[in-house]
């Protein structure tokens, strides 16, 4: 894998707490990006940054904020989880947007 | 709206056969495809690519086919074989970079 490390890898949390989880990245790449994947629906991008502090939305952004204070490290944070957002969520990276992205191992989160 | 689709959710082949797998994507802008291969509890991984200034790119035992006249990719595995077992992905980005879509995937299965 291409230096990502998403944490945590598995997670439960109960439907109304807020849930954070992190992509730390070691290629010094500009672009990042968070995705669910829910079966049927491939990869969906939630939010993506083209620098620190630079953010924007994806198409499916709402009850999701996130947060890049630095250039390896981007936080994707569930305000308020719902069971809507029981997924797998992948973190990528790329040199150039929307470019080959290179993605991480995933992280399985389910909401009770 | 935008939809990139592939075929079949499934193929099943022989270990030593070739494999094709298609994809369907709608927007005549799109001008650059990207394959990913992703292994069960796995991020997707980077295949191969094209431009739309293309029709054909080979890679190691693969190759990818890119028709924009009927707007189909497709990506061909010679020989395939029982680590070709995935779920394979195409991605088709618009003029200019600013959206990637995913198609929601076929599941290669290999038989020995």
């Known amino acids: 894998d291409a230096g990502i490390t998403q944490s945590p890898r598995h997670k439960v949390t109960e439907t109304g707490t807020p849930v954070t989880l992190r992509c730390h990245q070691t290629?010094?790449?500009?672009?990042m990006y968070w995705y669910r994947q829910d079966p049927g629906h491939g990869l969906r991008l939630i939010h993506y940054?083209?620098?620190?502090?630079?953010?924007d939305k994806g198409e499916v952004s709402d009850g999701y904020s996130v947060s890049r204070s630095k250039t390896e490290d981007f936080l994707l944070t569930l305000e308020s989880a719902t069971s809507s957002q029981t997924s797998v969520y992948f973190c990528?990276?790329?040199?150039?947007?929307?470019?080959?992205?290179?993605f991480g191992q995933g992280t399985r989160l389910t909401v009770v | 709206g935008e939809s990139v689709g592939l075929h079949l959710p499934t193929l099943s082949v022989q270990e030593g056969d070739n494999s094709i797998i298609n994809c369907a994507y709608s927007?005549?802008?799109?001008?650059?495809f990207i394959w990913y291969k992703q292994e069960s509890g796995k991020g997707p991984q980077f295949i191969i690519d094209?431009?739309?200034?293309?029709d054909k790119r080979q890679g190691q035992r693969v190759t990818v086919l890119l028709n924009k006249t009927v707007k189909h990719l497709s990506l061909q595995i010679a020989a395939t074989q029982p680590g070709d077992s995935a779920v394979y992905f195409c991605?088709?980005?618009?003029?200019?970079?600013?959206?990637?879509?995913f198609g929601a995937g076929t599941r290669l299965f290999v038989k020995a």
């Open positions: 990528a990276i790329s040199k150039e947007q929307n470019t080959e992205a290179f």
């Open positions: 991605a088709v980005v618009n003029t200019g970079g600013f959206k990637t879509i």
């Open positions: 940054s083209y620098g620190v502090k630079d953010t």
């Open positions: 290629e010094n790449h500009r672009y």
């Open positions: 094209i431009r739309s200034n293309m």
């Open positions: 927007n005549s802008a799109s001008d650059y």
